[in-house]
């Protein structure tokens, strides 16, 4: 999934400033890391390459998870989704699971500093059913909505699946990306204050599955029945919506007036889109978490810069709150504002905590990237092998450790082949001890599902 945010220059401006930069968010759903352009992707994307072209990107950015529910946790709040209640990727039917209304999220962060607030697109953070009554993103800081549970129905093209504020739309004519961009416009036009900053979430559902695509874009890139010409049609198509965004956005404010960032949920499901990184979307490997990462806000973030420093989704509230000087929530933040290093500052900036995943269903379960090194391991418990999470394993995964223990030095080796546990013993038990203290600290603080 990619995404963006817009602000205005930093120069001068605070949090009870009179005039506040708008910020957008947009998450694209399943895109690889090697899908779009300017990271050697196949697929035409003018748009984004002009948007890196105009901010900083990184070569190194990760997903809040390798599977999309927990990564947007992540992204919501800077915690890791566990710390969320959010624990894999969320059926809303049989699972109690969704984002903890006591979390902090950067909605609600904006709009206690008087942002008008709107999300439009995929949520899968949890909707009511008749099964199991859970909070809407009304209840998370968002002021008005447009969303999915999960994906478009029955696909991208002509989706039936959409609420708006709470009722159902019905069957719309379109492919998903164009009637988001659709629907953020119009809240553009219809229901946002000129006097007041908006904060304009925009979740894709492209290119998850089940994908659809214009066929006059599919063909660009092979027959209109192949799944990878469709595949990088969807993507295609998307990027066209955020041309059309990024227009409209330009004449509400300018563009010192918009920090953008762009990314995606997780990596790709397709092989041939990682980047020839080991794994995919659903498993700890860095093809499964490694996708695009963009930040653009002319005036303020440096313009045409590659950043070679690993950074990710947990980063972007407290980068947000960094570039706004707004307060960070009085909570455990898993992820760092990467303030000084969009601003030229690289010398005055360090991670605080290594970035740590964890994913019942994958193999590894656990993943630590410290520097240039990745730690993975997997469980020292067997549970079922049921393609769904279930909420009973709640507590066994809150007290289970970890066996099998793989380190691998991505600078020599990105596709992590060379597993150099052995001959760095020392090491290993540093990075282990390192691990260990950050599964603890998150499984203390999770929710038990199985309790309620």
Request: with cysteine; charged share 20%; hydrophobic share 35%.
């Amino acid at each position: 999934m990619t995404w963006l945010i817009c602000l205005l220059p930093m120069t001068g401006f605070t949090a009870n400033a009179a005039e506040k930069p708008n910020v957008v968010i947009l998450l694209a759903d399943d895109l690889g890391y090697q899908d779009i352009g300017c990271y050697g992707g196949p697929v035409k994307t003018p748009t984004l390459d002009s948007l890196a072209a105009r901010g900083t990107r990184f070569e190194q950015f990760y997903s809040g998870c390798a599977v999309c529910s927990p990564s947007r946790a992540t992204l919501m709040t800077g915690r890791h989704h566990i710390r969320t209640g959010v624990y894999s990727w969320i059926h809303d039917a049989n699972q109690k699971s969704h984002l903890l209304p006591r979390e902090v999220t950067v909605a609600e962060i904006l709009r206690a500093a008087g942002y008008q607030t709107a999300h439009v697109g995929k949520w899968h953070l949890g909707l009511p059913t008749e099964q199991h009554a859970k909070p809407t993103p009304d209840q998370h800081g968002f002021d008005y909505w447009f969303a999915t549970w999960n994906n478009a129905e029955p696909s991208h093209r002509n989706p039936n699946n959409f609420i708006r504020n709470g009722k159902p739309v019905g069957q719309l004519e379109g492919y998903a990306c164009q009637l988001v961009v659709d629907e953020a416009i119009s809240w553009l036009d219809t229901q946002h204050h000129p006097d007041q900053p908006f904060f304009l979430n925009v979740w894709f559902h492209e290119p998850h599955a089940p994908i659809a695509a214009p066929d006059a874009i599919v063909n660009q890139y092979g027959s209109s029945k192949d799944k990878a010409a469709i595949y990088s049609g969807t993507i295609d198509n998307t990027d066209r919506a955020i041309s059309r965004l990024l227009k409209k956005l330009k004449q509400v404010a300018s563009e010192q007036d918009t920090l953008i960032i762009y990314a995606s949920d997780n990596g790709s499901y397709r092989d041939d889109r990682t980047g020839g990184l080991r794994g995919r979307k659903g498993v700890n490997w860095e093809g499964g978490l490694r996708v695009p990462g963009i930040f653009s806000w002319p005036g303020v973030i440096r313009t045409d810069v590659v950043s070679s420093t690993p950074a990710g989704l947990v980063d972007v509230l407290p980068t947000i709150c960094g570039l706004l000087e707004i307060e960070k929530p009085n909570r455990h933040l898993d992820g760092t504002d990467l303030t000084p290093i969009l601003t030229g500052r690289n010398d005055s900036w360090h991670r605080q905590q290594p970035l740590f995943w964890h994913l019942q269903k994958s193999r590894p379960i656990v993943a630590m990237r410290d520097g240039n090194h990745s730690l993975v391991a997997e469980p020292d418990y067997e549970l079922s092998t049921n393609n769904m999470f279930q909420e009973a394993w709640i507590p066994t995964i809150r007290s289970g450790g970890y066996r099998n223990y793989q380190l691998f030095d991505l600078t020599a080796d990105p596709q992590q082949q060379n597993n150099i546990a052995a001959e760095n013993p020392q090491l290993l038990e540093q990075l282990k001890s390192k691990l260990l203290k950050i599964n603890r600290s998150i499984m203390d603080e999770a929710h038990d599902w199985t309790t309620e």
